[in-house]
């Protein structure tokens, strides 16, 4: 029994990866999600409207932070700022006061409610509160549209992560390098099938979440199938970029899974963003499933159109053209290593 | 026409040196084999040939041009392991191929069968790595170790099928530390650590080497003999054979031992001049 525990000491020592996972990984992920994991909004981005608006402007307690005062500004107005996620708390400084509160953000209308309702010297019921696109505060209809990007951000990037480490190990990489194909030819041929069938998925999972969760779909579904598409060439991209980053199927798993992580929790789909301090949050808008949560959540709820989402498409837009060009960079290496000098490590024996 | 020109060919992995300064030409229709023991540097230098391996020093040139996507198009390849998709059937692999080198898919051998490739016998997965490899018709074949575990019949065929390919004027070059492979070569290039150690026919390599023939009734005394005296030796059917060994010395090892013998002295097989070269 010994020699077996010596054994597996030897060989996890020299295998760096899991290592990593064991040790480091779990350090990082405290000490960042320690940070994060907290549902009490401490900022919350809000509106003035209305006639008293500059008379209202200073005088509003934390959370609320006042970024946006429009005199002019009418309900219509303040509606059409929150569906924009402009800001989340739009207040018509009108007498009585009414605050309409976006109610897709869940922890940030607690917090406004509990904010409202501790203003000392304010009567019962001088302050109308109103929860709009969400008045039930409904947890189902925040999490499953995020929960569409999530399981597709596991499908597609485990399962695209397999692709070419499948080749390696198989040995049909070395074949494929041989055959007059271009490295973007291999990478698209490699994606496309999982393109058409995560699309698939994408519309069975989301009849599943409109139909079982009685979730609302008021926006438009082309900027949602738009956005959809974005997001999962970014998650096939990285899920691609990791299979050429691995020598084996294992290393392709345990690398997907550590961008797994991350993903679930900065993502917004379940701690605000605006609760998580700026160290950690950067990470938030280098992941494609922060956007996606945006724009979902964006149509689902709010109806907001697509000149409001500019943002997360150029950002997914962008995420994915880097992943999938560091993919066939990385590929390159691969197929046309004629033009990458390198100094890999000795080949097996048996291979010379 | 030379389809493949090696000049001073040479790749290393950190400190070690996996093949040095090697010079290689194979015209159009020649069979050309490169042969060695494991770890000689065989499969480095075809690698580094199909452009899959870039060298550390020299050049290559395949019909004339450094290897790229277009020399690629001129290139059959039957690596060692196939290359071919174990879960797709026999006509899927070809298509695929055929489509990759925009050619028409050649039909599938016979019985390969609409299963996976995985669940055929290695002799019908090499038949179709051969198809896979001879659709686009290349001036090029470039096969490592393409028959080893197949049967003798299959194999005859396989090499039927290669002879085709360089009498209508394709270059194959062949790597191998297979005998019966080696000696389908119209020319052979031994490789040793790296380097060539020797070139030419069958002849040329074996060279002036030779071996002491031990024939005696005592074959396994003679065996133990000389391998306590340090002789490497080896038993080809009850004769013991000691390539490059010195007579007197095999002579004093079993007179020391006792061992009933007659030795005389014969040209050295390829096998032992291979074994010698990797030796020196």
């Known amino acids: 029994m010994q020699a077996m525990v010596r054994k597996e000491f030897r060989q996890l020592r020299r295998d760096r990866r899991t290592l990593a996972l064991m040790i480091v990984v779990p350090l990082l992920l405290l000490v960042v999600f320690g940070y994060v994991a907290r549902f009490d909004v401490k900022e919350i981005p809000t509106a ?14 934390e959370p609320f932070a ?6 002019e500004g009418s309900r219509e107005t303040a509606e059409d700022l929150l569906r924009r996620s402009r800001v989340i708390i739009a207040v018509i400084a009108e007498a009585p006061p009414t605050l309409l509160v976006d109610g897709s953000e869940l922890f940030a209308t607690q917090s406004a409610r509990a904010a409202v309702a501790g203003l000392g010297g304010l009567p019962t019921g001088a302050v109308d509160v109103e929860v709009l696109f969400n008045p ?30 499948r080749e390696r190990q198989e040995g049909t990489l070395e074949q494929l390098a041989v055959m007059p194909l271009r490295p973007r030819d291999v990478i698209v041929g490699k994606i496309a099938p999982y393109f058409l069938v995560g699309i698939v998925d994408m519309a069975v999972i989301t009849a ?12 438009s579904w082309p900027v949602f199938i738009a956005g959809s598409i974005l997001f999962l060439l970014a998650v096939l991209g990285m899920g691609v970029l990791i299979s050429t980053l691995s020598q084996t199927q294992g290393e392709a798993i345990q690398l997907a899974i550590m961008t797994m992580l991350p993903q679930v929790m900065l993502s917004g789909m379940i701690f605000p963003l605006t609760s ?29 159109p697509i000149d409001a989402l500019g943002i997360p498409f150029l950002a997914l837009a962008a995420l994915a053209l880097v992943v999938l060009g560091l993919a066939v960079l990385r590929f390159r290496r691969d197929l046309a290593p004629a033009g990458h000098r390198r100094e890999p490590s000795p080949e097996p024996e048996a291979a010379t | ?46 690698r580094m040939i ?64 609409t299963g996976a490739l995985g669940h055929l016998p290695l002799g019908q997965q090499r038949a179709v790595a051969f198809a896979a490899a001879l659709q686009h018709h290349p001036d090029l074949l470039v096969l ?35 005998m019966d492979e080696a000696r389908q070569a119209d020319r052979l290039v031994l490789m040793a650590a790296g380097r060539v150690v020797g070139r030419g026919q069958e002849a040329d390599i074996v060279g002036a080497a030779r071996a002491v023939v031990v024939r005696t009734p005592d074959w396994s005394g003679a065996f133990a003999a000389c391998e306590a005296a340090g002789l490497a030796a080896t038993l080809a059917g009850t004769e013991v054979r000691l390539p490059g060994a010195d007579l007197e010395a095999v002579r004093r090892a079993l007179g020391a031992s006792g061992v009933p013998a007659e030795l005389s002295s014969a040209p050295a097989t390829l096998e032992e001049a291979m074994v010698l070269a990797a030796g020196r």
């Open chain 1, 48 to 61: 003035l409207l209305g006639t008293q608006a500059e008379a209202l402007a200073g005088m509003l307690p």
């Open chain 1, 66 to 71: 006042v970024t946006i005062v429009d005199p």
């Open chain 1, 136 to 165: 039930e505060l409904s947890t189902a209809a925040i999490m499953v549209p995020a929960l569409i990007g999530m399981v597709l951000t596991a499908v597609g990037t485990v399962i695209t992560s397999l692709g070419v480490v």
């Open chain 1, 208 to 219: 599943a979440g409109l139909l079982l969760f009685d979730v609302p779909f008021r926006g």
């Open chain 1, 276 to 304: 998580m301090p700026w160290g950690v949050r950067w990470i938030s808008y280098l992941l494609p499933l922060t956007y996606f949560i945006q724009i979902v959540r964006g149509v689902f709820l709010k109806a907001t």
């Open chain 2, 1 to 46: 026409m030379k389809a493949i020109e090696a000049r001073a060919l040479t790749r290393r992995f950190g400190a070690f040196t996996a093949v040095a300064d090697v010079d290689l030409v194979v015209e159009t229709g020649e069979i050309v084999g490169v042969l060695g023991a494991n770890g000689a540097g065989k499969t480095t230098l075809m």
């Open chain 2, 50 to 113: 199909l452009g899959l391996l870039h060298p550390s020093a020299g050049r290559v040139r395949l019909f004339g041009l450094p290897p790229s996507r277009e020399t690629r198009r001129r290139i059959g390849y039957v690596p060692q392991g196939l290359g071919l998709y174990r879960d797709l059937s026999a006509a899927e692999n070809l298509s695929f191929s055929a489509a990759a080198f925009g050619v028409a898919a050649a039909l599938p051998p016979p019985g390969t069968g």
């Open chain 2, 144 to 178: 490592d170790e393409p028959t080893s575990g197949v049967a003798p019949l299959a194999r005859a065929r396989l090499w039927d099928r290669i002879r085709e390919q360089a009498g209508a004027g394709a270059a194959v070059l062949v790597t191998t530390h297979y």
